[in-house]
């Protein structure tokens, strides 16, 4: 997948069928679109390509920072995964803001992206204002020359699936009804870095932490029964978020997995932590004695759910 970022001077050579949006959950709704697009770039031979901005408009309109489900390097994996030839991440700043909705789809999803066909969503909202929508793109479509395919909201039990809906879940703890949403489990990505090596040399229990990024929407601190892929490598684990309140209670938010079955030092590695159930919520202890026996306990939780599966 070709990544063009960081510039309003691109030119794609070949035509395409275009979907916008903000791709940052990469939920339901959002593989609808994809499936949507990759059944007309097989059928029309077209190449996929994703329009998107490269800073969220809300936090660059507010200056206040917007949490992600998926982060602008996870979102790219993804996106590639997906079958996407092309994901277009352009500048959002003043000038971008005032941009009328028919200059950007004639200029911008025509000219520069030589778009034969446009996916989106019924509430999709483009230019000064938000003020195109689907009905604009569509009487558009016959003006400029291409397709618009207007794509019906994902529901589930008649509530539309949306990042706001899945960040609910996720800040209920309910992690499995996320991955209903989301199609897959909700994942923190990150490299090893060094802890306190309480977990160790105390505790008796080794374990990888990663330190996600600070756009990064984490779920409710607490414990998770969780999934690790190292490479190709899947371990079963239990996982921490939080900031380990029993050991300094000031540490940066983090999250600290316990793999079974693994004892190797994985310090620089890339991790994916999936998050498969909740545990029980993150609490400060008495002891570093009662810590431990209570990571025994958690280890047990996560043993009995994947011996159930």
């Known amino acids: 997948m070709q990544i063009i970022t960081g510039t309003r001077q691109f030119q794609i050579e070949e035509p395409t069928v275009v979907t916008i949006g903000k791709f940052d959950g990469r939920h339901r709704g959002h593989q609808k679109l994809l499936q949507e697009m990759n059944a007309i770039k097989d059928r029309q031979k077209l190449a996929a390509a994703v329009f998107t901005f490269d800073t969220a408009p809300m936090k660059a309109v507010t200056g206040r920072p917007a949490t992600v489900i998926t982060t602008c390097e996870e979102r790219r994996s993804k ?4 079958g996407m030839d092309y994901l277009v991440e352009y500048p959002f700043d003043a000038r971008t803001a005032h941009m009328a909705p028919e200059e950007f789809v004639s200029r911008v999803l025509v000219g520069q992206m030589q778009a034969r066909a446009v996916v989106a969503g019924t509430d999709c909202s483009f230019g000064y204002k938000g003020a195109g929508d689907a009905a604009l793109l569509k009487a558009l479509a016959g003006e400029l020359g291409f397709e618009a395919v207007i794509i019906e909201k994902a529901q589930d039990a008649h509530r539309d699936i949306s990042s706001t809906y899945v960040k609910e879940m996720l800040d209920a703890g309910n992690v499995e009804k996320a991955w209903e949403l989301l199609g897959e489990p909700y994942a923190i990505h990150g490299r090893v870095v060094h802890g306190n090596h309480i977990g160790g ?26 999934q690790v892929r190292i490479g190709e490598a899947l371990y079963e684990g239990v996982t921490n978020i939080g900031r380990k309140p ?5 540490s940066p938010v983090g999250a600290e997995t316990f793999i079974m079955g693994l004892q190797e030092d994985l310090y620089g590695q890339e991790l994916e932590v999936q998050l498969l159930a909740f ?27 994947f011996q159930r599966k």
């Open 79 to 82: 996106l590639a995964r997906m």
């Open 201 to 226: 040399s105390v505790l008796g229990f080794p374990t990888a932490n990663i330190l996600p990024s600070p756009e990064k929407h984490l779920p409710a601190f607490g414990v998770y029964v969780s």
């Open 246 to 250: 029993t050991v300094d209670g000031i």
């Open 279 to 305: 545990i029980r919520p993150e609490k400060r202890f008495g002891s570093l004695e009662e810590l431990k026996e209570q990571i025994g306990r958690d280890k047990k939780a996560a043993a009995e759910y």
